[in-house]
């Protein structure tokens, strides 16, 4: 977390000479990837993603931009995601209410999302700070969680090249991410208890 210059910038948010290096997306082995991949390129579960560059606090921070990586970072480590200190079994998850009543089922059902956890001293200035939370918020502690799905632009396959057909998610159990260029890591509360229902920021 940086609170200098620009105030509270999260540990997630993209800084402007976080730019993208140049890429080139190919087909290879039944899927797509890099003409000049790397082992960096992809995860530990084979999934590419978009490459972004590395420079924290260098440059103007992009609030409503969330850098790959460090998104990626705090869902499989979870760290905060506002200071990037490990939360440990203190986490909690802070959805906004909008996501929180699109779960899968009647509640308490379980919650897709692409916000990583947060330390129990952030939520406060979370819940204050975040545009994404302003409409309401509800605060969750997750007893069994799993990461289930990648967003990003997703490609198809035609006679004549690769076309891109847009921004989706795609489950990671499914064939279609092997056609997906990957930028967030959603986690999937399967069981929790909820701590603050309803909450206004």
């Known amino acids: 977390m940086t609170s200098a210059r620009w105030g509270v910038v999260p540990y997630v948010t993209a800084w402007s000479s976080e730019e993208a290096p140049p890429y080139n997306v190919v087909v290879r082995g039944g899927r797509i990837g890099y003409a000049?991949?790397?082992?960096?390129d992809r995860d530990s579960v084979g999934v590419l993603w978009a490459r972004m560059g590395i420079s924290?606090?260098?440059?103007?921070?992009?609030?409503?931009?969330v850098h790959y990586l460090r998104q990626r970072l705090a869902m499989r480590k979870l760290l905060c995601q506002v200071c990037g200190t490990r939360c440990g079994d203190d986490g909690v998850w802070v959805l906004s209410a909008q996501e929180y009543e699109n779960g899968e089922g009647p509640w308490p059902a379980p919650v897709l999302t692409a916000q990583p956890p947060l330390c129990p001293g952030c939520v406060e200035r979370s819940a204050r700070l975040c545009p994404h939370l302003r409409g309401g918020h509800v605060v969750l502690r997750a007893s069994r969680f799993r990461?289930?799905?990648v967003s990003g632009m997703l490609y198809e396959p035609t006679p004549v090249g690769l076309r891109?057909?847009?921004?989706e998610t795609v489950a990671l159990d499914s064939p279609w991410v092997r056609w997906l260029r990957a930028t967030q890591l959603h986690m999937?509360?399967?069981?929790?208890?909820?701590?603050?229902?309803?909450?206004?920021?």
Request: without cysteine; aromatic residues 8%; neutral net charge.
């Open 56 to 65: 924290p606090r260098v440059g103007r921070p992009q609030f409503k931009n």
């Open 164 to 167: 891109a057909v847009g921004r």
């Open 188 to 201: 999937r509360l399967e069981e929790y208890t909820v701590l603050e229902p309803g909450s206004s920021a």
């Open 147 to 149: 990461p289930a799905a």
């Open 36 to 40: 000049d991949e790397t082992q960096y």
